[in-house]
């Protein structure tokens, strides 16, 4: 099988599942996401490692890149649009994430964020975390209180969606968008910067 | 989805409140939140937040994580970065120069959970030192350790050139091209070897070659030295599989893992002997010894694939095909042991291929450390040796353990099973291997080996963890449930699942809505599970399960098994769910409703298909499995019983013998942890699953604490007597719970209720004489009152309500007349009435809202009713008028808060508040309501609440100087597996089969 069978073949599998997960059927969702996860890897690996010779990618190129090599042109209703860039944006997470913890915890220390940290001790004694583990550790709090705010922050944070695109993507208007970003950022910074854990949030 | 109601509230506020201007925004927010402090704050802080929050999560992730952390023309002490080598999977490579020793190196940056470990420093150390000793020209050298600016790196040899990857990438290398190459990397793994240091990474990215035609082979050992301590030996903990997730492994690596390191072994010289043979392989051919698609298509290419022998060049001599095929040998026992027969092959090669080395000196030297096989040195020419006669030389040893009569297969230390509500055990039919869940995953234990190894892709935490395994008929597969959470909806799912026990990620069968009681796979290659009123079944290649059987309503079935004949059904039954009200959450979970000991009433059916009859064969007992003994075990009260059956008749044909006592079960759910295989293998968990235990502590005001010396036991709901020199408290027994006193100077504990239904929520009356309880009894809520020195229970009040419903008193008035009690239905939500204790008693609805109000209490004084409300959205500790004419009512708590009591002198008002602990407020005299603000008094360690249990767990001593409270204690639980051959002997003989 050559190479242009072989990502028709793929591509119309992803597809399938993509409609078949709209449909209900979970199975189609599990099957679904090893092949995102590869496809988006191997690009964000290669982009992090600084191997692709475009260093002004759009960070959001990777996923549209990541949808047209497994979904093609195909028709595909806008919905299960949605949900793949919903795991897109989830996996991408978790490539960063662990990107972040493999290779080294100590990075540019979040802004605003070291001080804080820090005032107490004078120099860090203990290494300060990344912005991108600090968030994701924010946002898997958040996310039990409210679940789709938490897709909004991975893709605007970690997808790197620009405001109206998740507008678009997720059918809901620009303002909420908007709001929900700005109340997920205020949130997740207080309890960043709390210290101690209060009551609700 | 998840959308906590009170977080979306303070959104809207917030918003709103942004589209206020700066100046008039907290006024806005004033008006808005009104009375509501909580509200206000949460609203204001978040507006603080957002101000200070600029330049927080700005940028796309990925763009902060491109920045390497040093540049070209940084310093990092004695050296100056120059360039980027490349990222890797241990960290950033820098190429950078030596300015004391002026030469270039390999500075590699190392992670910095490294650094924050005294242990793992410590460790990395000396691993770092023995690597450092490693002086061989085809490995790359350590220099040293620098630390500089916070941080640790390696210093490196500096390899210029090319990889053996980029190389092969090219094309196949020809056979007289590879071997010098192939006895270099040979080489450079056997001194290694000698040292002790195993490389575990071996692969063509880590070999250079140098432009002399030099190989050096890069990262020995370094895959040890900074890998995590690993308790169980993990996949993922590998250095080229860097994340913990399912889907981590680069694929490119995973290549070249030895099966032993796929199924979490520990990796030592034999894994370098098969990454060597891949490598090999993979110069030979120019393509990979074992690929796949993904991950999951790799691993099973390496764990029960073969590689393309064919594609091996007709110029390669059977040696080193024969080589080649002893490094790939699947079970490490049967594969050569060290580099030497690799060395020994390729040095014995024609002088055609001589390279660096002399055909005879190097032969000689191997031979030297082998002097027994001196005798076969004659035989052996270049393109003779066969691999039979290798074999001979270096034949490995095999160990066989003879397993006895009964034996032990205990957890490692600091394991633990997992969900014990579920079947934790699963033996194949053959009785040859146990399966059993710990630590959230399945662990594979081959009944000959002396080890479990964790089956791959089954890991879950908690919900998400593997439950009730099983074999298929033919024992090559493993079918469980596991739960999960869907990424975009954020709803739970539970899927059936199969996994090969030779390894592969697992397959989902279906998925279902609620996770069944027990499971079969039959002969036919489908699957039986049961579950509310249900039997289904699916074909183990995956669809969509269809009922098989209906039950009628309210019943449960469990663990379903086809008869021989495939005509009939066998399996335990519940007739009595309804009843129980178990919520269908909770139903799998050994958390469970308090209470829930139904399961010894169920009763074993068979059904058969043919007829649609279905026969009662057995009352009380579950886990009903029919063995090829000719018998139907099952279990009752921790033991297990064998009883005759005849499987053409379908019928019991002799009567009732236990055979093994001391099986755990699980009370809530039933489940008996036992399995048979086919053989008469028996596989148990011994004793039990210990209940909750808790212990009876005071507490002073300062939170200093001190023991009551009452035995721990399953509490709940303490009470101290008036005159505080008893306690009353409701104990779970694990069948029942019931009412005991406990008497604190005599340290002795009495029975007070014995009704095999529920009693619970204990009260004493204000002159110590009577408690007053709330009971179960006659299948309906009810409030009884009997002597605290024993004697007859009287019943006060009964209310019409469904079963599991709670009729929870109040502490009784100081002047003996009434109670408050709450009516706290199963499903959630709750009213308070007031019962009159007359005579004649007289029960009438006091407080009966949308909200759920309860835990009520009236002041000392009687002018005023405590209880707590969740009209707030959560609940809140409230004051209102005792007489309750009015609806005025004041909010005592702040943050939140449950069960409140009031001091003796009713001037002290308390309350536990969620997350925080004890509060306190004062009361002020006076004729209206009057009360300060809550102080917390001491903190969380002890029990304030539990869910679904009505009822306040902390009472206060008569001076009102200690607090009564409940503690939880850690008890052991069971972590070992008895297994016992021969078991249909022993059953044949004591519960013989009539003829």
């Known amino acids: 099988m050559n190479l242009d069978d072989r990502a028709r073949d793929r591509a119309s599998r992803v597809t399938h599942l993509l409609r078949a997960w709209g449909r209900g059927d979970v199975e189609a969702r599990s099957e679904l996401l090893p092949l995102v996860y590869r496809e988006l890897r191997r690009q964000a690996v290669g982009y992090l490692r600084h191997e692709r010779p475009d260093h002004t990618l759009q960070p959001t190129a990777l996923i549209h890149e990541a949808y047209i090599r497994l979904v093609g042109q195909r028709r595909v209703a806008w919905q299960n649009r949605a949900h793949f860039f919903g795991v897109a944006a989830h996996m991408m997470r978790r490539i960063l994430v662990d990107h972040a913890r493999a290779h080294r915890a100590v990075r540019r220390p979040a802004a605003g964020l070291r001080v804080s940290f820090d005032a107490a001790q004078g120099v860090a004694t203990q290494p300060v975390d990344c912005e991108v583990l600090l968030l994701d550790r924010a946002l898997a709090e958040l996310a039990e209180l409210d679940t789709r705010q938490a897709h909004i922050v991975e893709l605007r ?45 | 989805m998840t959308a906590d109601p009170q977080w979306q509230h303070v959104k809207k506020l917030f918003g709103a409140a942004l589209n206020v201007e700066p100046g ?96 793992r420093v410590a460790r990395f150390n000396r691993e770092a030192q023995v690597l450092a000793s490693l002086n061989h020209p085809n490995i790359a050298h350590l220099y040293g350790l620098e630390e500089a600016q916070g941080m640790g790196a390696l210093v490196l040899e500096l390899v210029e050139g090319s990889t053996l990857a980029d190389r092969i990438a090219q094309g196949a290398i020809s056979f007289e091209d590879a071997v010098p190459m192939a006895r270099q990397i040979a080489e450079a793994v056997d001194a290694a070897h000698t040292q002790g240091i195993v490389h575990r990474d071996l692969k063509p990215s880590n070999i250079k070659l140098t432009s002399d035609r030099t190989v050096k ?111 790939l040998a699947k079970d490490q026992r049967e594969r050569i042991t060290g580099m030497s027969a690799a060395l020994f092959v390729l040095n014995a090669l024609g002088p055609a291929v001589a390279g660096a080395h002399s055909l005879n000196t190097s032969a000689r030297s191997i031979l030297a450390r082998y002097p027994k096989s001196a005798a076969g040195v004659l035989l052996l020419t270049g393109a003779g040796i066969a691999a039979g006669l290798l074999w001979s030389i270096l034949g490995p040893q095999r160990v066989v353990v003879q397993p006895p009569v009964q034996f032990s297969v205990n957890l490692a230390p600091n394991q633990n099973f997992t969900n014990f509500g579920r079947h934790l055990l699963a033996l194949s039919p053959s009785g040859t291997h146990l399966v059993f869940v710990a630590d959230g995953r399945l662990y594979l234990r081959p009944l000959d080996r002396l080890e479990a190894t964790p089956i791959p892709g089954t890991e879950g935490r908690g919900l998400y963890a593997p439950r009730g395994p099983f074999f298929s008929a033919d024992g090559k597969w493993i079918g469980f449930w596991q739960g999960g959470l869907d990424v975009i909806s954020g709803t739970p799912y539970m899927a059936l699942k199969k996994v090969s026990i030779s390894g592969g990620a697992p397959y989902v069968i279906c998925a279902v809505d609620e996770l069944p009681f027990g499971a079969s796979w ?98 009380g007992g579950t886990d009903g499995r029919y063995v090829p003994s000719g018998h ?115 340290k002795r504990f009495t029975r007070l209720t014995a009704d095999p239904a529920d009693d619970r929520y204990s009260e004493w009356t204000p002159n110590g004489r009577d408690i007053v309880f709330a009971s179960q009894r006659g299948g309906a809520a009810g409030l009884w009152r009997q002597p ?49 204790l007359g005579p004649p008693p007289h029960l009438e609805p006091l407080l009966q809202t949308s909200f759920a109000e309860r835990s009520a209490e009236i002041s000392p004084d009687r002018r005023w009713l405590a209880y707590q409300s969740t009209e707030s959205g959560r609940f809140e500790i409230y004051v209102r008028r005792a007489d309750a004419v009015s609806n005025e009512r004041w909010l005592v708590s702040s943050a939140g808060g449950q069960h409140a009591l009031w001091g003796r002198d009713g001037r002290e008002l308390f ?37 679904n249990f009505g009822g306040r767990l902390y009472d206060i001593s008569p001076d009102g100087q200690r607090f009564l409270v409940l503690k939880s204690v850690d008890t052991p639980q069971p972590s070992t597996v008895v297994v016992v051959q021969n078991l249909f002997e022993n059953l044949k003989r004591r519960a013989p089969i009539p003829r």
């Open chain 2, 24 to 119: 008039k925004r907290s006024a806005f927010v004033r008006d808005t939140c009104r009375a509501d402090d909580g509200l206000r704050s949460e609203v204001e802080s978040l507006l603080a937040n957002h101000e200070h929050a600029a330049g927080f999560a700005e940028g796309p992730a990925i763009e902060t994580l491109t920045d390497l952390v040093l540049r070209p023309g940084d310093v990092f002490g004695p050296y100056a970065i120059r360039g980027t080598l490349g990222v890797g999977g241990m960290g950033e490579v820098y190429r950078a120069h030596d300015s004391r020793l002026q030469r270039d190196v390999a500075l590699k940056v190392l992670p910095a959970i490294l650094s924050s470990d005294p242990e």
């Open chain 2, 217 to 327: 082979v890069l990262d020995f050992g370094l895959a040890k030295a900074l890998e995590p301590p690993a308790p169980g030996g993990d996949v993922t903990r590998s250095p080229t599989i860097t994340s913990r997730s399912m889907m981590g492994v680069r694929l490119g690596t995973a290549a070249y893992m030895s099966p032993e390191q796929i199924k979490g072994q520990a990796a030592d010289r034999r894994s370098d002997v098969w990454a060597y043979g891949c490598v090999l392989y993979e110069m030979l051919t120019g393509a990979p010894a074992f690929e796949g698609e993904d991950i999951s298509d790799t691993f099973a290419a390496i764990l029960r694939g073969e590689p393309d022998w064919s594609a091996l060049p007709a110029n390669v001599p059977p040696a080193v095909t024969a080589l080649i095929k002893q490094c």
């Open chain 2, 522 to 619: 039959a002969e036919d290659d489908t699957i039986l599970f049961g579950g509310r009123e249900r039997i289904w079944r699916v074909p183990a290649t995956g669809g969509k399960a269809e009922v098989l059987l209906k039950l009628g309503p309210g019943e449960l079935a469990q663990k379903p098994q086809l008869l021989p004949g495939g005509r009939a059904l066998l399996f335990t039954l519940l007739t009595n769910t309804l009843e129980s009200g178990v919520a269908p959450q909770e139903a799998g979970t050994e958390e469970g409703v308090l209470g829930e000991r139904r399961w010894d009433d169920a009763q074993i059916v068979v059904h058969s298909l043919d007829t649609g009859n279905r026969q009662v064969l057995l009352e």
């Open chain 2, 632 to 746: 139907i075990v099952f279990s009752y009260r921790e033991t297990l019983f064998a009883i005759p059956f005849d499987a053409t008749t379908l019928k019991v044909v002799g009567g009732r013998v236990p055979i093994v006592e001391n099986v755990a079960q699980a009370t809530a759910t039933g489940a008996s942890h036992f399995t048979f295989s086919q053989t008469g293998v028996l596989a148990y968990v011994p004793g039990n699953f210990a209940p909750t235990l808790r212990a009876l502590a005071w507490v002073d005001r300062a939170g200093r604490e001190t023991a009551t010396d009452a035995p721990a036991r399953d509490y709940t709901y303490p009470r101290v007597s008036p005159d505080g020199s008893r306690v009353a408290v409701t104990v779970f027994d694990g069948r029942q719970e019931d009412v005991w006193i406990w008497d604190l100077a005599g």
């Open chain 2, 911 to 947: 309350y536990a508040e969620p997350g925080q602990g004890l509060m306190r407020v004062a009361v002020e005299a006076g004729a209206g309501w009057k009360a300060g603000t809550p102080v917390k008094l001491f903190g969380p360690p002890y029990m304030w609440t539990i869910p």
């Open chain 2, 788 to 836: 605290a020195d024993g004697g007859t229970a009287e019943q006060l009040v009964v209310t019409p309500s469904k079963p599991r419903d709670w009729l929870v008193p109040s502490p009784v008035s100081s002047d003996n007349t009434r109670i408050v009690p709450t009516l706290l239905p199963f499903g959630g939500g709750s009213d308070l009435f007031q019962l009159q």
């Open chain 1, 157 to 201: 944070y970690f997808a790197g969606f620009s405001e109206q695109e998740i507008a678009d993507a997720l059918a809901i208007s620009r303002s909420t968008v908007t709001r929900e970003w700005q109340s997920a950022r205020a949130w997740m910074y207080q309890r960043l910067t709390a210290g101690r854990r209060r009551g609700t949030p």
